[in-house]
């Protein structure tokens, strides 16, 4: 694992200001990605020794109840360290993404974007419009080239994939924006399975595939 999700993805999600799908990415690299949880817990004790140094103020009345509830919910950003991954389909899930497959991979929505890939949403959303979605790459085929309208993020759930940059296995994260055009293609060891989250649709780069950019909501 030689691609870490950057620093201030891990802040925004150890102080609560990640959107719930980008706390969900986070929390499921933490999950496979030692490295990143090292650099979490270095978070988590400076933020303990920085509020040592606040001056408390009145708590909310209803926060002990609002943490019960969220406990109950299952929110992803409280399950990076669960106890054991699910198994489905030959992939070891983590915890914190199980939860919104519980069925397995195969009864989720999956929808063909072109020959080879595949593409399915989760149901969660974040309040700036972030998405998550399961993507599918079949071995040696690649997404057509793109940009994008926003930032993506895609963790290598299974298998791995290239693009100029380097390649990606499992537990890597691949950080993209408007700045970088990039073609991943799935390695030829097997299929590839990633986890993406996306602030906006990607903007298709060659010839002929970006005449269909019109119609892009992804």
Same mark, same amino acid.
């Given at each position: 694992?030689? /691609?870490? @999700?950057?620093?201030?993805? #891990?802040? +925004?999600?150890?102080?609560?200001?990640?959107? %719930?799908?980008?706390?969900?990415?986070?929390?499921?690299?933490?999950?496979?990605? *030692?490295?990143?949880?090292?650099?979490?817990?270095?978070?988590?004790? #400076?933020?303990?020794?920085?509020?040592?140094?606040?001056? *408390?103020?009145?708590?909310? *009345?209803?926060? =002990?109840?609002?943490?019960?509830?969220?406990?109950?919910?299952?929110?992803?950003? +409280? =399950?990076?360290?669960?106890?054991?991954?699910?198994?489905?389909?030959?992939?070891?899930?983590?915890?914190?993404? %199980?939860?919104?497959?519980?069925?397995?991979?195969?009864?989720?929505?999956?929808?063909?974007?072109?020959?080879?890939?595949?593409? %399915?949403?989760?149901?969660? /959303?974040?309040?700036?419009?972030?998405?998550?979605?399961?993507?599918?790459? $079949?071995?040696?085929? %690649?997404?057509?080239? /793109?940009?994008?309208?926003?930032?993506?993020?895609?963790?290598? #759930?299974?298998?791995?994939?290239?693009?100029?940059?380097?390649?990606?296995?499992?537990?890597?994260?691949?950080?993209?924006?408007?700045? @970088?055009? /990039?073609?991943?293609? $799935?390695?030829? @060891?097997?299929?590839?399975?990633?986890?993406?989250?996306?602030?906006? *649709?990607?903007?298709?780069?060659?010839?002929?595939?970006? #005449?269909?950019?019109?119609?892009?909501?992804?």
């Amino acid at each position: 694992m030689t /691609h870490a @999700i950057a620093d201030e993805f #891990l802040l +925004d999600h150890a102080t609560g200001a990640a959107s %719930a799908p980008v706390s969900l990415l986070v929390a499921t690299h933490l999950a496979l990605n *030692p490295a990143a949880r090292w650099s979490y817990r270095q978070m988590e004790s #400076l933020g303990g020794v920085m509020l040592d140094t606040i001056e *408390p103020t009145k708590a909310d *009345p209803d926060a =002990l109840a609002k943490l019960f509830a969220r406990i109950d919910r299952g929110d992803g950003a +409280d =399950l990076e360290h669960a106890s054991m991954p699910v198994t489905t389909r030959d992939v070891r899930i983590p915890a914190p993404l %199980a939860v919104y497959m519980r069925d397995g991979l195969d009864l989720l929505e999956w929808k063909q974007l072109t020959r080879g890939v595949e593409e %399915a949403p989760l149901d969660i /959303h974040g309040k700036q419009g972030d998405r998550a979605m399961l993507l599918r790459i $079949a071995a040696g085929r %690649a997404i057509p080239k /793109h940009s994008h309208r926003g930032v993506e993020l895609t963790l290598v #759930l299974d298998g791995a994939f290239g693009d100029a940059r380097g390649v990606y296995a499992r537990g890597d994260v691949c950080a993209a924006d408007e700045t @970088i055009e /990039h073609q991943p293609t $799935a390695e030829l @060891i097997g299929d590839c399975l990633c986890l993406v989250v996306s602030s906006g *649709p990607v903007r298709l780069t060659g010839p002929f595939m970006r #005449l269909l950019n019109p119609f892009l909501t992804r």
